[in-house]
């Protein structure tokens, strides 16, 4: 099994950056993909950015803005969020998906808030 805790979050003004962490345990060797999502108050939850061995992608509204990476360990994901805007206040959920014993699976985190003030 896989559980992941997020990290990171706080109140910032426009314009500022935020770093967010996503930890990983149990069978991180499983995982193949992983990506922040966010989600806005009266909003869906929606992909911000994506990242597995061949590919790293982020949504238009963050693109040059914010940095998907992880670690050499491949416990730690992080989010560096630069040039915050107020539309990128939200919860901010970690993900991870693979495969063990054959059956796929796609667990959360618990989310970590962000609010950007203008």
């Known amino acids: 099994q896989v559980k992941l805790v997020e990290s990171g979050g706080g109140l910032v003004q426009a314009g500022g950056s935020l770093r967010l962490s996503c930890t990983a345990s149990g069978n991180i060797f499983s995982i193949n993909r992983r990506g922040w999502y966010r989600q806005a108050p009266g909003n869906q939850r929606e992909l911000v950015a994506g990242i597995s061995s061949v590919d790293t992608n982020y949504a238009d509204s963050v693109k040059g803005r914010f940095t998907i990476s992880i670690d050499n360990t491949k416990r730690m994901m992080f989010l560096q969020m630069n040039s915050l805007k107020p539309e990128d206040t939200g919860v901010y959920y970690c993900?991870?998906?693979?495969?063990?014993?054959?059956?796929?699976?796609?667990?959360w985190g618990q989310g970590t808030e962000v609010t950007v003030s203008s």
């Open positions: 993900n991870a998906g693979g495969r063990i014993l054959y059956r796929d699976f796609d667990v």
